[in-house]
């Protein structure tokens, strides 16, 4: 694949996006503004779970913990210590890694559906952890009255911190994903015993890889506890991991934006959606059966396959093996 | 802490795996048959015990009103599994892994919808049927009367599942389909309507755990989220595909969590998770299943 010819592809749209995401706050109303950053938020959260899914092969059904662990960190710091921000956002990226290290490491060891499930039951163990320690984390009442530092009260100002932060975070993903380690990552995913065979250390790879997500999903959660104000448990929860594969599913895992797509298409529709209904989840389960069975490579791959219809090494596309 | 307190806690933890052997017995059967992980399993449990609950309150008879919606809401959901079966579950046999769970979640929150449109959002309760509302002396402590119906039923359902799966030929044939679908196929069996059959089946059993559920705490929405986890322990801790091991995996997770609730009441659930954690790390195929699909 080419590095550069795939971003060369998508630089107008690249421009659109980043004029789009400056411009839009200032003319639509509040309301949207934090829907605008709850999408950035959950892009950033969504990307961060296709580093083990899209790139890895590998589905985590427990991504919500480390977003949980980051936003319980910057909650605590904040409400219990007053600790400036950025000091919190640092101190979360940190605790989510380190969990994400110890998980990780007996996580790595198995593929497939065991990494599934292996990553779900260490998810929930986060998530009863914190809905039973009434003492710390304040159990199932969560943390309410977060407040911002002084400088990010106004939820514009808030939005262009997020921004910012979010494209940086994109940007270090993009430099990881097309770095050698990138490409090592794609060869475990497509064949994972011939990787072995060209005498890489596959666990430690996927160990890194899985540390690197989970990073990056504590500093999407520590971006919205100072935003949503209040934290419950939920946000660990195993529901709550489905977001993010909904969204990579969405937009499609085997690119690099796909999931920032399902982002912008999920959240869009779920602020608009749950404006006259609150049955919203009968709408995106209607809408995930309907990707599922009809666009298997998300919004962003079936239209790459319309547009350019190279061949590419898609391995959802590739018949289950029996067994 | 006396002997009897312990032989009632006992008691209770086994009636609750028997409750958990339900719903992951149909979801060991599913996987191991046409390898689908169905995340929606506990969610039909759960529209089973609205069902029952809508049959009781129909019929209205404090004596009989149970023992036929119980029944009556298990067939429902068999039909409700044959007509999904066909309808869609057939379309993704062929699908990655991923596919597979997000369809099946993608019901999850279809189904918790429905039941909201259907049931409304207040819990529903379901009176224990006569001479079953109350307790009896098992050893000097008191222990619920209808638990003992539950385990008795449990038992059944064990042992009418081993029967079925062993000694008739639609066992033989489902087995055999595990084995090799494509030589059943060529024998002139029809597969597809042995994997419509196993999911129906599959959703009977859940049906039936529904109204067996329903007396004993009231039905609220949500119940299927939290349960299907503790289902998966089960079916991990047992061996994927495996039905004693559904069983022996029933138990371990509802006595854990009945003698955790005693000693360390915070940690009981966190205790569950931990020992699925450690089962998958030491052993990922289980007590009793065999090294499968990675």
């Known amino acids: 694949m080419i590095k550069l010819g795939v971003l060369r592809t998508y630089y107008g749209w690249l421009a659109l996006a980043l004029a789009a995401s400056i411009v839009l706050p200032l003319v639509v109303g509040v309301f949207w503004v934090h829907v605008l950053i709850e999408i950035l938020i959950m892009g950033l959260f969504a990307t961060s779970f ?22 319980y960190t910057t909650a605590l710091m904040i409400t219990k210590a007053s600790i400036p921000l950025p000091l919190c956002m640092m101190a979360s990226v940190l605790m989510a890694g380190i969990c994400a290290l110890i998980f990780g490491y007996f996580c790595v060891r198995l593929t497939g559906i065991y990494f599934a499930i292996l990553t779900m039951a260490f998810g929930q163990l986060v998530f009863y952890i914190i809905f039973q320690w009434y003492g710390f984390t304040g159990g199932d009442n969560g943390i309410q009255g977060i407040p911002a530092p002084p400088l990010l009260q106004n939820v514009y100002v808030y939005y262009y911190f997020t921004l910012l932060l979010v494209i940086a975070a994109l940007i270090v993903m993009w430099f990881i994903t097309n770095s050698p380690f990138g ?44 935003f949503n104000r209040s934290i419950a448990p939920d946000l660990a929860n195993w529901a709550h991991s489905g977001i993010p594969v909904f969204m990579a599913v969405i937009g499609g895992p085997l690119g690099f934006f796909g999931p920032l797509v399902g982002s912008v298409v999920y959240t869009f529709l779920s602020a ?52 | 802490m006396t002997e009897s307190q312990l032989f009632s806690q006992f008691l209770s ?49 404090p004596i009989f009103g149970l023992w036929i919606s119980i029944p009556l809401a298990a067939l429902t959901m068999a039909g409700i599994g044959w007509i999904l079966e066909v309808v869609l579950i057939r379309r993704v046999y062929n699908r990655t892994l991923s596919e597979q769970l997000l369809l099946t979640y993608a019901l999850v929150l279809i189904i918790g919808d429905v039941i909201k449109l259907t049931w409304g959002v207040e819990d529903r309760i379901v009176a224990r049927p006569q001479g079953m509302e109350g307790f009896i002396d098992i050893l000097g402590a008191p222990f619920p009367t209808y638990y003992i119906f539950v385990i008795t039923l449990g038992g059944f359902v064990a042992w009418g599942l081993w029967w079925l799966l062993q000694k008739t030929k639609f066992g033989r044939t489902v087995r055999a389909a595990v084995f090799s679908r494509e030589m059943v196929g060529a024998l002139g069996i029809p597969v597809h309507r042995i994997y419509t059959g196993v999911f129906a089946l599959s959703l009977f059993i859940a049906g039936l755990a529904g109204g067996v559920q329903a007396p004993i ?40 969590y009945s003698f955790a609730i005693l000693v360390v009441p915070k940690m009981a659930l966190v205790l569950i998770f931990v020992v699925t954690a450690i089962v998958l790390i030491v052993r990922p195929w289980g007590l009793f299943g065999t090294p499968m699909r990675a």
């Open chain 1, 50 to 71: 296709n580093l083990l899914f899209g790139y890895m092969g590998q589905l985590s059904f427990g991504q919500a913990a480390y977003y949980g662990i980051g936003a």
């Open chain 1, 183 to 226: 490409y090592t990552m794609r060869a475990i995913r497509d064949n994972s015993d011939r990787t072995r065979f060209i005498g890489i250390n596959i666990r430690k790879y996927m160990l890194v890889n899985f540390v690197i997500s989970g990073m990056f999903a504590g500093l999407s959660g520590s971006l919205w506890a100072p």
């Open chain 1, 272 to 323: 608009f959606v749950t404006g006259f209904t609150e049955y919203w989840p009968i709408v995106i389960g209607v809408i995930i059966i309907f990707i599922v069975l009809f666009l298997p490579g998300g919004i962003l791959g079936t239209l790459q396959q319309k547009t350019h219809p190279v061949e590419t090494n898609n391995p959802n596309n590739k018949k289950k093996e029996t067994r």
């Open chain 2, 13 to 61: 933890g086994v009636s609750r795996g028997m409750i958990l052997f339900f719903i992951s017995s149909g979801l060991t059967l599913i996987f191991g048959v046409m390898n689908i992980l169905n995340f929606a399993h506990a969610s039909f449990w759960l529209v089973g015990a609205y069902f029952t609950w809508t049959f009781w309150k129909i019929l209205y008879s």
């Open chain 2, 217 to 256: 705490s009231s039905i609220t929405l949500g119940m299927d989220m939290s349960i299907i986890v503790e289902c998966f322990a089960v079916v991990v801790i047992g061996g994927f595909g495996s039905l004693p091991g559904a069983l022996v995996g029933s138990l371990i997770v509802g006595l854990v």
